[in-house]
């Protein structure tokens, strides 16, 4: 091992919740570092977003590309590569995070150190999630949205726009997809008792299905949707602090359920009554479900995609022609850059990164993707029946 690695490794870490240990990306910086600067706003600022991206082995590009295209200096920015990860492609992930001017100098990007294993069909997903929504509030509390994102995920909309659009959405609403009326298969999922070995065993081992069926819960209501979510900061501080002893009740159900990151959020939101009005059924992402060979790549499919009225596409291989398609047309992001906003103070030409100069970050200048997405919000919003649960009335 190297005597630089060697440093590297022996530097102080910063502990935060759940045994979760960032590594000290201020140490891989060697540039000349430019504050950040601060500015006084009469106005009202946007809200902040606390993203936990997440990959597997072989993903530190990707998510790097996913960092770089969903980046304001506004938000937080929480990355993870699980433990089919080597401790080198996580160390690579950091370096390229800690080379960035604008990410040293905002403070706003972390990668996680100590990985989790996981195992998609189990609980241990769940467990992730959870593991990254309590280290970005010990992070940071000053945030409003958490939102969770995989490497194959991508932004089909500028951050000056969402960040607006969000400016003028109540901060009390939560994303979430949800279904009552469970299908064969997710009926199955609630019936089975799993236990998913990646709790207690790093790597090896399979997941562990009961002989014996349990019965559907009759002291909460079931639900099931989608993994994703974009979840208001009381409900993440709810979830994780659980003044009430629901979220651990159902965190001690989920535990032997599988794929229980797909109905965990949904159950505990929509059986919480402080949460259950302020419920909106949908995630504002598309699940791309054309993730094919990029050589039998169809344009028309991409501009299916790119029309979208969504604030994220998922299931989008690495190399297919649909990301660079995205980064031309919506964000507007030159290769090896992170996206423009309002903040962005460069020059705007082919050979000059606008975002080499930084103004205020409060400052946004959002485009006609928002208006879409606006749409979007406003009709969910509205479909929303006052005074009752829209979880309880499908």
């Known amino acids: 091992m190297s005597l630089f690695l060697k440093q590297i ?3 102080s870490l910063v502990p935060i919740s759940l045994i979760c240990l960032f590594l000290p990306l201020h140490h891989f910086h060697h540039h000349a570092q430019t504050p950040f600067p601060t500015f006084s706003n009469p ?5 902040k977003i606390a993203y936990f991206i997440t990959g597997t082995k072989n993903d530190g590009p990707r998510i790097f590309r996913l960092l770089q295209a969903v980046y304001h200096p506004r938000n937080y920015y929480l990355l993870h590569l699980d433990q089919f990860a080597s401790n080198k492609q996580r160390l690579e992930l950091a370096l390229k995070v800690g080379s960035v001017d604008v990410f040293v100098a905002a403070e706003n990007v972390n990668v996680i150190e100590k990985a989790d294993a996981v195992n998609q069909e189990g609980s241990s997903p769940l ?5 990254g929504a309590a280290a970005l509030l010990r992070w940071k509390n000053d945030w409003d949205w958490f939102v969770n994102l995989d490497a194959s995920d991508y932004p089909l909309i500028p951050q000056d726009d969402f960040l607006h659009i969000l400016s003028f959405v109540p901060r009390n609403l939560n994303f979430i997809e949800y279904s009552k009326n469970t299908s064969p298969d997710e009926h199955q999922r609630a019936v089975e008792v799993i236990v998913d070995s990646r709790l207690y065993i790093l790597l090896k081992g399979k997941m562990f299905v009961g002989d014996k069926k349990r019965e559907l819960p009759s002291a909460f209501r079931f639900f099931m949707g989608s993994q994703h979510v974009i979840l208001n900061r009381k409900f993440v501080e709810y979830t994780i602090q659980g003044w009430e002893n629901l979220p651990r009740l159902l965190l001690l159900y989920f535990s032997n359920t599988r794929s229980s990151h797909k109905g965990y959020f949904q159950t505990l939101a929509c059986n919480t009554k402080e949460f259950s009005d302020a419920v909106i059924n949908s995630n504002l992402r598309f699940i791309n479900s054309d993730n094919t060979n990029p050589s039998n790549f169809r344009a028309s499919n991409s501009d299916r995609i790119l029309r979208r009225e969504v604030a994220f596409v998922g299931n989008i291989s690495a190399d297919s022609p649909l990301l660079d398609m995205i980064d031309a047309h919506i964000l507007n992001r030159g290769r090896g850059m992170v996206s423009p906003g309002g903040w962005c103070l460069g020059s ?9 100069e930084w103004g205020d970050p409060s400052v946004l200048r959002p485009g006609p993707a928002a208006k879409g997405l606006e ?3 406003l009709k969910s919003i509205s479909d929303m029946s006052i005074g009752s649960s829209r979880c309880h009335h499908q």
Not at 348 to 356: A, E, I, T
């Open 43 to 47: 106005f009202s600022p946007p809200p």
């Open 375 to 377: 749409k979007l919000i």
């Open 348 to 356: 705007s030409n082919w050979f000059s990164d606008p975002c080499g």
């Open 127 to 131: 467990g992730l999630v959870l593991h």
């Open 9 to 11: 490794l022996l530097f």
